[in-house]
């Protein structure tokens, strides 16, 4: 990376002029030039011509060449003191493409927060953004909450700028501003329509329609905030908790504009924000009920019923605000949601069913649907109500096809559905359920045709599922979350699928979430950055080691959303549930030693191992119990859980003293000590560590610039922690050197006792293998 030294640049400085145009503030002309420097020596040499014209400044020609990124960008705009620097790299941002800005959004927050000169030249970037996006708007009020040293309540007396920054978006005062009038749209319709007039001939009434443009009838900048029609925010119970009063869409205009295909924009002033803070809101608060609850199985019976409530208000404008496709959530499987493993807190995982759409703004809402079949007792079924068998989804029928849903008259049973699933879950108690036994139960009604399945069709699920071998685990009271992370994801969404009444269509997803409060997500999100940075450095080195960063959105200083692993299960559940030693959990879900499918999982193992165990020397990272780390479907080994880096250990005691993890079980994966896979493995982690460290610059940056103002207990240390993460890097061995250095840590972390010791302590208070 460039260094910011002078390098012959005595005075940086920016000439031209900054016009606000839009509320951006764009250079309409910039240099950056240096002034002439002086060559004459002590010494009584001659001194050189220097050209009369100014030189250009050696820093623009780096902002202007190709190799110029954001990563560089972040650094130069960390490190620079000069005002014009900073409005020269802020513009430079507008020409980046907007995820890659996104990535170092922590960065630009905290550097808005702390920094008051930065704040200024970051303030049109931000608004900006804020104005042409709801997510970017939303993740930017939720990291100025986060990032902010002090409260950012409403009524609090101190308003800085971040403050301000936040009220106005929360407000939603950064709406799109108008730039164009009705007349003006209208004849601008016309003229483009006498254009194509001789190609085709046209109705009036063709051309009136055409001419319907979903703009403000008077000439304001921006729409005006509509504050009736959202009495029912935030009310689960109301079943439009998350509907903001928008007309739009349901008016004449909207109904056209969605028969012709047409993107409809909503023009009445509802608040754009309010339906995804509410989604948001509740699914926190969700978290918060759930930590009051004592047993595992009080959390998960009260979850079912809390989804429950839930889905009455769904579908809605709302969408999980990972980095997923544009999509509307429909629904949420009460059944499917399950209470993660954690002593104190009650983080849950829950699976939301979605369709995807081309932008979750000005697309249609689906109209909400449920199956036809209704829960009517017939005379075979006048027993007790207690007696409906537990394995019987609450609302659907595995064998519904889709010509049963009647979507014309959706409106005439909108939350039947919901309301019996929620009747059920709170008489009987929550068990496995299976697809087989729900056809005696439900009966259809009178105006529908009964749906006839052959006996030979019965008599074969039945075979197939008593015949068919799984390694799935069974269903532990005290460890829920165990089977359903173990299901393969594919099995889970067709059997999600197969029940949901949105399942039919072509756009349906099923997506995945956890909901963590009560933990501070910020340093976990900052380990993701770094992981994410050094995947793409070996990517680009081409060193085969395996990293599986994970997304995180940091709501507040104590909660946020994850994106859980897909086809993983920790190493504490592999040894619970399978009651084997690792290497014998290989052999019986990828076959035997000399299987090809053995060895492709046992080098997955290494080259990941490897990755991992880099990632941990050069961020320390601790609390490695067998909770915490994962293994996928492939052999991959996956870390999770970042709460301590840095300078920051379990209870601050520093107890985990070893370089990185590596036991007896992960050696004995390998192949033992001397083995090929060892020492590939060693071979492998040299590669490594020579790739990050010619980028170490790229990778301190991201963890300097949290650093600053910041009281997260990983820089504990101050500056000594950046300090010391730099000397991890070894920038003044050589790569003999680096081998002794990789072999050494490779034995003391096979032979640390801390790290037995630290099992065994997490066995005996925590129960974790």
Known sequence: MASRASNGVTAPIMSGYVSEKGGIRS???????????????????????????????????????????????IHYLFKS???????????????????????????????????????????????HRSRSSVEFSLKTAWFLDAYSPGSMSPGSKRKTHATKLRNLILTDQLRPKVQCHFKQLRSHAIKSEDSTKKKHQRSRSDIVHSNMMVVPESATETWPVKENGTRNLGDLSSGRAFDNGCTCFTSNQGIYNNLKGYETSCTCGAPRLSPELEFVKCLIAIGKRLSAMKSKEAKTERLVGELSNLNLNLPARVWVPLNFSQHHVVRVPPQAGVVLNSKDKAPYLIYVEALEVENIHTSPLYPKLSCTLRHVRSEENLGDSRSVPESMPPSYNSFTTVGNLDIENADCWSQDDDEISLAYTRRAPITERDTLSQLSIDSVTSTESPVYIAAADIRKRLFDNT?????????????????????????????????SPYGHLSNWHLLALIVKCGDDLRQELMAQQVLTNLQHIWETEHVPLFVRPYQIIVLSKDSGFIEPILHTVSLHQVKKHSQTTLLEYFYSEFGPPASEEFLAAQKNFVQSCAAYCLICYLIQVKDRHNGNILLDNQGHLIHIDFGFILSASPKNLGFESSPFKLTQEFVEVMGGLGSDMFEYFKILMLQGLVAARKHSDSILSLVEIMRCGSQLPCFKSGAATIQAMRNRFHMSLTEEQLQLLIDNMVESSFHSLSTRLYDGFQYLTNGIL
């Open 81 to 127: 003191k000069e005002p014009g620097v900073l409005m020269y790299i802020v513009n430079k941002m507008f020409d980046f493409d907007s995820s890659d800005v996104d990535f170092y959004m922590p960065q630009i927050i905290n550097m808005y927060v702390q920094i008051p000169e930065m704040a200024e030249a970051l303030h049109p970037y931000l608004v």
């Open 467 to 499: 015949h068919i071998q799984t390694s799935s685990f069974r269903r532990d009271p005290e460890d829920p979350s165990a089977a359903a992370l173990k299901e393969p994801w594919e099995e889970k969404v067709a059997r999600v699928r197969e029940s």
């Open 27 to 73: 250079l309409s002309k910039h240099t950056i030039l240096e002034e002439p420097a002086n060559t004459q020596s002590g010494q009584g040499d001659a001194q050189q011509e220097v050209p009369p014209q100014k030189k250009e400044s050696l820093l623009l020609r780096l902002f202007e060449c190709k190799l110029f990124n954001m990563s560089l960008a």
